[in-house]
């Protein structure tokens, strides 16, 4: 957990904000090296929708081969 001078907060604290919701990691912010406060990403990453079923289908057979029918 990276740790954060009050003024470098007070400065950048947009990027600070985004670079927090992006990495998904706390920064505390510290005032004269004491921590007063943490900075936490809200709730839960945001799934991906591709690869969300990663695993949950089982491939049987040839699946290029074209359909025959009988």
């Not at 985004?18 to 943490?38: C, H, L, M, Q």
């Not at 079923?53 to 491939?59: D, K, S």
């Amino acid at each position: 957990m990276r740790a954060i001078a009050a003024t470098e907060f007070k400065t950048h604290c947009l990027k600070i904000m985004d670079e927090v919701r992006d990495r998904r990691r706390s920064i505390v912010i510290t005032k004269r090296g004491v921590p007063v406060a943490k900075l936490v990403p809200v709730g839960e990453a945001p799934r991906d929708v591709f690869g969300c079923l990663a695993g949950a289908i089982e491939i049987v057979g040839d699946i290029e081969s074209p359909v025959v029918a009988t």
